[in-house]
């Protein structure tokens, strides 16, 4: 079907949507001019610029003709089903079939006015078709789900011809000889190419963080990192380790001769409706052969809307008054994969205005920002964070942002740069946030320097959230709680909730992570604490003493919300 035009259907369409007062009439018009500029149909683009929700407009157009409308989240369709409309059929048509009686196929459509896909799907299925109404968005995703996922693993591996026992243990003997020619041939057979492209895919689909592809002497394990913990998907013959990682190799651009050295690449993935997947690939030689980690990085998915990274509205006032002001140094801490780059990307995001000059110094830069210019570090040619920085004070900045202060060159420039009129913001590896003042102390710089030049420090962990399709509450003793933290007076009151496990969730009753923060401003009382050499726990009491939330306190408000578990309190935070 060819991409339709703003024709009197849409505008039909959108007289009612207006006169339901679903929607203004400027919006209207503004959403009439881009569907003219990129095609496509009204209800999306209305969708898209945030006008309409879809089940708004899914529960108007089912009223509107009279056909039921669908949730397809709620469904698990038949494979039979799903083989009677081709996947090309399905994507032209933007449909999907959703199951049959008799000789009546029921399909859902975004658009049941398309009398000519109907048609063309009579044809096709010799079928008699009824529709059901669905939103554009639920039937693109279904497509990618069901269409995709028809190929299992359990198919792929049935691609591969089972070899002897005794001819693995000798392909092991002689792993050091194997021919660079023999792995290009084996990268490329189209089984190879098939498993490694559903692993990528089946990673997409289950919102997967890392994939790790690990050699041992007689296995070979695939697994996700899904929401912070990992998963075992697979287990392939271990005859193809070797095939697997060149193939992922050569996908990266890599050297696929080197199996001595640490290597790193880049993946990048086109899927459908214009989405781009990245993914950032590691390959790191060990006992039994090399060990390839994949960073997916989603640019969709990055949240870089401050009020929903979890923060709570006292503590996120104060964070904004901190990266308002016109110098200074902000610092993120936590371990690796807390989330700190997805805060300081939040961060630049809200000061990127076209009246100011960002730059950003990251090893390694996982997403591209427009407005702000970033440079990938090469500490081979000389090009560390420390070097960075000093070209940046001659380009005339406004703000700098360091990936991670490493060390006392570092750090000196950085807090020299904050003290003479430019806002700085960057990262360390600390426990908490009244830590990181010592931290800086160790690396040499002078107490004086860090009272004057630091404006706040936030530390931060990512807790999983409960699946909201799942969640129940559950009773938990008000003696548990309080030995967790919670105050005595509260804890009668406190409603605990856990993720009894589900489809939406793949049974973990987790779906999505939040970050809990614990944010510390530098206030003159705490310069002078800096000042006067005050330990880590004497910073930590005046902190609290001013109304500082500490992690554990952060991590408690959203059990008490039920938006997490009292398992992931215990396991993401340390008592205070």
Known sequence: MAIESPDTSSSRIGE????????????????????????GRLGHHLTKMGFLEENELTSFLAKQYGV???????????????KLIPKEVATRHQVIP?????????????????????????FVTNFSIEVVVASETAIADAIEKYYTSTVSFDDVMLDFVEEEEADLEFADEVEEDINVLDLEKSAGDAPVVKLVNLILLD?????????????????????????GLLYEVMKPPVKLKHAITSRLKIMS???????????????????????????????????????????????????LDMTKLGFEEQVLQNFKESIYKPYGMILITGPTGSGKTTTLYSVLSELNKSTVNISTAEDPIEFNLFGINQVQMHDAIGLNFASSLRSFLRQDPDIIMVGEIRDFETAEIGIKAALTGHLVLSTLHTNDAPSSVSRLLNMGIEPFLVASSVNLIGAQRLVRKLCTECREPIEVPPQALIDIGVPPEEAEDFQIMRGAGCRNCNNTGYKGRIAVYEIMPISEEMREFVLNGASTMELKREAIRQGMKTLRM??????????TSLEEVVRATAPD
């Open 554 to 563: 952060s991590a408690l408000s959203k059990l008490g919300e039920g938006v």
């Open 203 to 227: 990673a997409i689909r289950k919102n997967a963080s890392d994939i790790h592809v690990e050699p041992y002497e007689k296995n070979l394990r695939i697994r996700y990192r899904i929401d």
């Open 68 to 82: 039921p409308s669908i949730n397809l989240s709620d469904f698990d369709i038949d494979p039979e089903v799903l």
């Open 98 to 122: 959703v199951n049959k009686s008799g000789n009546t196929l029921i399909v859902a459509m975004a658009d049941p006015s398309n009398i000519y896909a109907i048609d063309d799907l009579k």
């Open 253 to 303: 651009s890599l050297d696929i001769a080197e199996r001595r050295l640490a290597q790193d690449g880049r993946i990048k993935m086109k899927m459908g409706r214009g989405k781009e997947m990245d993914f950032r690939v590691s390959v790191l030689p060990t006992m039994w052969g090399e060990k390839v980690v994949l960073r997916l990085l989603d640019k969709s998915n990055l949240q």
């Open 16 to 39: 009612l949507l207006v006169r339901e007062k679903l929607i203004t009439p400027v919006q209207l018009r503004q959403a009439l001019e881009d569907q003219r500029s990129t095609g």
